[in-house]
Protein backbone atom coordinates (compact mmCIF):
# COMPACT_ATOMS: atom_id res chain seq x y z
CA UNK A 1 0.00 0.00 0.00
CA UNK A 2 2.90 2.33 1.04
CA UNK A 3 4.48 1.69 -2.75
CA UNK A 4 0.78 2.83 -4.59
CA UNK A 5 0.92 5.70 -1.98
CA UNK A 6 3.83 6.93 -2.76
CA UNK A 7 3.50 6.32 -6.71
CA UNK A 8 0.12 8.77 -6.70
CA UNK A 9 2.39 10.76 -4.76
CA UNK A 10 5.12 11.28 -7.52
CA UNK A 11 2.30 11.16 -10.10
CA UNK A 12 0.35 14.10 -8.77
CA UNK A 13 4.18 15.78 -8.33
CA UNK A 14 4.69 15.40 -12.35
CA UNK A 15 1.30 17.18 -13.23
CA UNK A 16 1.70 19.90 -10.91
CA UNK A 17 5.10 20.36 -12.40
CA UNK A 18 4.01 20.39 -16.31
CA UNK A 19 1.29 22.62 -15.44
CA UNK A 20 3.92 24.57 -13.54
CA UNK A 21 6.84 25.23 -16.90
CA UNK A 22 3.74 25.37 -19.57
CA UNK A 23 4.10 29.53 -19.17
CA UNK A 24 7.51 29.34 -18.88
CA UNK A 25 7.70 27.41 -22.51
CA UNK A 26 5.43 29.97 -24.04
CA UNK A 27 7.77 32.84 -22.84
CA UNK A 28 10.88 31.43 -25.32
CA UNK A 29 8.53 31.68 -28.42
CA UNK A 30 8.75 27.83 -29.08
CA UNK A 31 12.71 28.24 -29.31
CA UNK A 32 15.25 26.01 -29.55
CA UNK A 33 16.06 22.29 -30.25
CA UNK A 34 13.40 19.79 -30.75
CA UNK A 35 13.13 15.70 -30.82
CA UNK A 36 9.93 13.80 -31.65
CA UNK A 37 9.23 10.25 -32.10
CA UNK A 38 6.42 8.84 -33.47
CA UNK A 39 4.32 6.26 -34.69
CA UNK A 40 1.71 5.58 -37.50
CA UNK A 41 -0.49 3.12 -38.97
CA UNK A 42 -0.95 3.06 -42.61
CA UNK A 43 -3.07 1.84 -45.39
CA UNK A 44 -2.87 1.22 -48.96
CA UNK A 45 -5.48 0.11 -51.80
CA UNK A 46 -4.69 -0.45 -55.33
CA UNK A 47 -7.52 -0.71 -57.53
CA UNK A 48 -7.07 -1.75 -61.35
CA UNK A 49 -7.69 -3.17 -64.90
CA UNK A 50 -5.73 -4.11 -67.73
CA UNK A 51 -7.15 -4.87 -71.68
CA UNK A 52 -4.93 -7.85 -73.34
CA UNK A 53 -4.55 -8.33 -77.06
CA UNK A 54 -7.86 -10.72 -77.06
CA UNK A 55 -9.84 -7.69 -75.73
CA UNK A 56 -10.57 -9.24 -72.66
CA UNK A 57 -10.83 -6.97 -69.49
CA UNK A 58 -8.97 -8.37 -66.53
CA UNK A 59 -9.61 -6.94 -63.29
CA UNK A 60 -7.55 -6.34 -60.09
CA UNK A 61 -7.57 -5.55 -56.65
CA UNK A 62 -5.12 -5.24 -53.71
CA UNK A 63 -3.55 -3.43 -50.14
CA UNK A 64 -2.11 -3.63 -47.42
CA UNK A 65 -1.67 -2.17 -43.96
CA UNK A 66 0.99 -1.61 -41.66
CA UNK A 67 2.33 0.02 -38.85
CA UNK A 68 5.40 2.58 -38.98
CA UNK A 69 7.97 4.60 -36.72
CA UNK A 70 10.25 6.77 -36.66
CA UNK A 71 12.06 9.96 -35.43
CA UNK A 72 11.83 14.15 -36.00
CA UNK A 73 14.70 16.20 -35.12
CA UNK A 74 14.80 20.20 -35.76
CA UNK A 75 15.58 23.57 -34.38
CA UNK A 76 12.83 26.60 -34.04
CA UNK A 77 14.50 30.12 -34.13
CA UNK A 78 11.79 32.77 -32.85
CA UNK A 79 11.77 35.60 -35.32
CA UNK A 80 9.82 37.97 -33.22
CA UNK A 81 7.19 37.82 -30.56
CA UNK A 82 5.18 35.17 -31.96
CA UNK A 83 6.30 34.83 -35.74
CA UNK A 84 9.11 31.63 -35.80
CA UNK A 85 10.73 29.22 -38.16
CA UNK A 86 11.86 25.76 -38.11
CA UNK A 87 13.75 23.46 -39.91
CA UNK A 88 14.14 20.24 -39.44
CA UNK A 89 14.72 16.13 -40.48
CA UNK A 90 12.34 13.35 -40.39
CA UNK A 91 13.42 9.30 -40.78
CA UNK A 92 11.30 6.46 -41.10
CA UNK A 93 13.63 3.53 -41.29
CA UNK A 94 11.63 0.50 -41.83
CA UNK A 95 10.59 -1.28 -44.59
CA UNK A 96 7.35 -2.31 -46.21
CA UNK A 97 6.53 -4.05 -49.32
CA UNK A 98 3.54 -5.38 -51.59
CA UNK A 99 3.09 -8.11 -54.00
CA UNK A 100 0.78 -8.04 -56.98
CA UNK A 101 0.12 -11.85 -57.70
CA UNK A 102 -1.43 -11.82 -62.08
CA UNK A 103 -3.41 -14.77 -61.08
CA UNK A 104 -1.46 -16.09 -64.49
CA UNK A 105 -0.62 -19.53 -65.52
CA UNK A 106 1.21 -21.59 -62.92
CA UNK A 107 4.00 -22.33 -65.55
CA UNK A 108 5.27 -18.38 -65.04
CA UNK A 109 5.33 -15.84 -62.70
CA UNK A 110 6.55 -12.92 -64.72
CA UNK A 111 3.31 -10.39 -65.00
CA UNK A 112 3.76 -10.61 -60.91
CA UNK A 113 5.06 -7.55 -59.66
CA UNK A 114 6.87 -6.89 -55.59
CA UNK A 115 7.24 -3.13 -54.82
CA UNK A 116 9.83 -2.64 -51.88
CA UNK A 117 9.74 0.80 -49.82
CA UNK A 118 12.34 1.95 -47.36
CA UNK A 119 13.92 4.28 -45.35
CA UNK A 120 11.93 7.17 -45.93
CA UNK A 121 13.69 10.66 -45.12
CA UNK A 122 12.09 13.62 -45.36
CA UNK A 123 14.04 17.90 -44.85
CA UNK A 124 11.83 20.72 -44.53
CA UNK A 125 11.28 24.18 -43.03
CA UNK A 126 7.76 25.29 -41.23
CA UNK A 127 6.96 28.47 -40.95
CA UNK A 128 4.39 29.73 -38.39
CA UNK A 129 2.81 32.36 -35.36
CA UNK A 130 2.05 31.93 -32.32
CA UNK A 131 -1.44 31.98 -31.43
CA UNK A 132 -2.03 31.48 -27.57
CA UNK A 133 0.43 30.97 -24.47
CA UNK A 134 1.18 27.00 -25.96
CA UNK A 135 -0.37 26.90 -29.75
CA UNK A 136 1.07 27.86 -33.11
CA UNK A 137 -0.16 27.75 -36.50
CA UNK A 138 2.22 26.74 -39.20
CA UNK A 139 2.76 25.76 -42.86
CA UNK A 140 5.31 22.69 -43.33
CA UNK A 141 7.35 22.30 -46.61
CA UNK A 142 9.89 19.80 -47.49
CA UNK A 143 11.24 17.23 -49.80
CA UNK A 144 10.39 13.31 -48.67
CA UNK A 145 13.28 10.33 -50.27
CA UNK A 146 12.88 7.24 -50.31
CA UNK A 147 14.42 3.69 -51.32
CA UNK A 148 12.14 1.97 -54.10
CA UNK A 149 13.01 -1.76 -55.31
CA UNK A 150 10.82 -2.73 -58.12
CA UNK A 151 10.96 -6.52 -59.12
CA UNK A 152 8.86 -8.27 -62.05
CA UNK A 153 7.76 -7.42 -65.56
CA UNK A 154 7.30 -3.40 -65.06
CA UNK A 155 9.24 -0.52 -65.79
CA UNK A 156 11.84 -0.34 -62.82
CA UNK A 157 12.46 2.41 -60.57
CA UNK A 158 14.87 3.29 -58.36
CA UNK A 159 14.24 5.76 -55.73
CA UNK A 160 11.20 7.91 -54.84
CA UNK A 161 10.82 11.63 -54.30
CA UNK A 162 8.29 13.93 -53.38
Sequence with gaps: MKKLRNMLYGAGAL???SMATTPLLAENQFAGL???VQGA???VELDGSTTDSNSQVANGK???FGMTAGADIGYSLPLGDTL????GAQINPGDASMDVDSGGSA???NTDVTLELGDLLTYYIA???QISDNSALYFKWGQTEA???VTGDVTKLTSLDG
Design 107 to 109: NTN
Design 15 to 17: LVA
Design 41 to 43: ANG
Design 62 to 64: GGM
Design 84 to 87: FISV
Design 34 to 36: YFA
Design 147 to 149: DLS
Design 127 to 129: PGF
